[in-house]
């Protein structure tokens, strides 16, 4: 189809087709919207994602369903570096980035949402919080009042955020991951499964236990 020919669809195009990707489909259609493609760069043996066609391929699927009129993405992808890495090809092409929030998901009408953001089911957000683009809050999650949620971030299903927390850009909060009032996180910082932050954590760490230290610097 060419440029002239192409009609404009509110359908979603997706990109990514693993297990996070399954989830976020999903949380579309809980809320009333369709995934039309997933793009994805590793061939897969059926060619599809819970009935959704899979296309395989980088940049040029992406530029054919622009061409044909698809103008909404999301970016279906549980790695940090690689999601932000696709959130800008995918402005570059036009499109507009599409948050997948779940219905079953508790949101303070005051809370501030980036573009591209993935809020899975049964998360908590209270009041005045922001969340930066590209962002995933996971299954179960709460986030307490005036947190800040950088780009990219992503908070493990079951952690739990008191209020006033500062999560840098980057950020990965394993699973379970508690953080007590008024902490910062430095961007790029990991926490493993369980940790327990009760001090602020420099950018570009690890940090383990209960509570949590520092046991490497992962990234400068």
Do not use: W
Request: hydrophobic share 40%; proline share 5%; charged share 15%.
């Amino acid at each position: 189809m060419s440029e002239s020919m192409a009609t404009p669809s509110n359908d979603i195009v997706l990109l990514g087709a693993g297990g996070h990707a399954k989830v976020v489909m999903e949380i579309f259609q809980a809320a009333g919207e369709k995934v039309a493609y997933c793009v994805a760069n590793t061939p897969m043996e059926t060619g599809t994602l819970l009935g959704t066609p899979v296309l395989f391929g980088e940049r040029e699927p992406l530029e054919q369903l622009r061409r044909k009129g698809y103008s909404k993405a999301h970016v279906a992808i549980g790695s940090n570096r690689v999601r932000a890495k696709l959130f800008v090809q995918l402005k570059e092409l036009g499109y507009t980035l599409a948050s997948a929030i779940h219905p079953q998901s508790i949101i303070s009408p005051t809370v501030t949402i980036g573009a591209g953001t993935a809020i899975m089911a049964g998360t908590i957000i209270n009041a005045s919080t922001v969340i930066g683009e590209g962002a995933i809050i996971n299954t179960g999650a709460t986030v307490d009042h005036d947190c800040r949620i950088g780009d990219f971030a992503h908070i493990g299903p079951q952690c739990g955020l008191a209020g006033n927390v500062s999560v840098g850009d980057h950020a990965f909060l394993g699973i379970g991951t508690k953080v007590i009032p008024k902490i910062s996180i430095g961007e790029n910082t990991n926490t493993g499964a369980g940790a327990i932050v009760v001090r602020d954590l420099p950018a570009n760490g690890l940090a383990v236990g209960v509570p949590a230290r520092i046991r490497m610097i992962t990234r400068g």
